[in-house]
């Protein structure tokens, strides 16, 4: 069965850009999808079909997909971002997730 | 307001059945797929099942097949969830969440969520 991969955590400084990635087996030739997860919230979609924002999505956010990985982007990444992301993808008939990122912001 | 309201989770002892429903609101049920998505306690996101707009099309993760059934009713614009035969492992809060899917079969992303329900599998 598919599977797509992501590091467990990534840290960043407040200001800087965060980079999570999400490897997958020839993942450029799929669409790729982020979503974004607060502790004790539902999840929130950031980025569809590799690099678009849902409506209110903040312009830091932005996506990009290549080979075999996709990588959100967070620009200019403040303490609010702090949150587990997860990747997305379709494989024929299954919708297959990352196992998570936790985003730390210090 | 665009909304998805579910409901039906509980305690259940391994082998039972329980029934979740979602109530969506706010937008035209009929247009969206939907998708059924569980997350264990403290653990990720794993997709269940997925329903087209017109219920032509039903899939199902390996995990819960033959186990799970997915349905819904477009004139009460409501997504359910019929599980069966429960396992411990089963033990998740359940989302609910739409999907847009347009006439090429692109797929939007799952742009809405409900609050979850959760359901807990244990003697």
């Known amino acids: 069965s598919y599977e797509v991969t992501q590091p467990p955590s990534v840290s960043v400084s407040p200001g800087q850009t965060a980079s999570i990635t999400c490897s997958g087996d020839?993942?450029?030739?799929?669409?790729a999808f982020w979503y974004q997860q607060k502790p004790g919230q539902s999840p929130v979609l950031v980025i569809y079909?590799?690099?678009k924002r849902p409506s209110g999505i903040p312009e830091r956010f932005s996506g990009s997909n290549s080979g075999n990985t996709a990588t959100l982007t967070i620009s200019g990444t403040q303490t609010i971002d702090e949150a587990d992301y997860y990747c997305?993808?379709?494989?024929?008939?299954?919708?297959?997730f990352g196992g998570g990122t936790k985003l730390t912001v210090l | 307001e665009v909304q998805l309201v579910e409901s039906g989770g509980g305690l259940v002892q391994p082998g039972g059945s329980l029934r979740l429903s979602c109530a969506a609101s706010g937008f035209t049920f009929s247009d969206y797929y939907m998708n059924w998505v569980r997350q264990a306690p403290g653990k990720g996101l794993e997709w269940v099942s997925h329903?087209?707009?017109?219920?032509?099309?039903?899939y199902y993760a390996d995990s819960v097949k033959g186990r799970f059934t997915i349905s819904r009713d477009n004139a009460k614009n409501s997504l359910y969830l019929q599980m069966n035969s429960l396992r411990a492992e089963d033990t998740a809060v359940y989302y609910c969440?739409?999907?847009?899917?347009?006439?090429?079969?692109?797929?939007?992303?799952?742009?809405?969520w409900g609050q979850g329900t959760t359901v807990t599998v244990s003697s």
């Open positions: 997305q993808a379709w494989d024929s008939s299954t919708v297959v």
């Open positions: 329903i087209s707009s017109s219920s032509s099309t039903i």
């Open positions: 079909q590799d690099r």
């Open positions: 020839k993942l450029g030739g799929k669409y």
């Open positions: 969440a739409r999907e847009y899917v347009d006439a090429l079969t692109y797929y939007y992303g799952m742009d809405v």
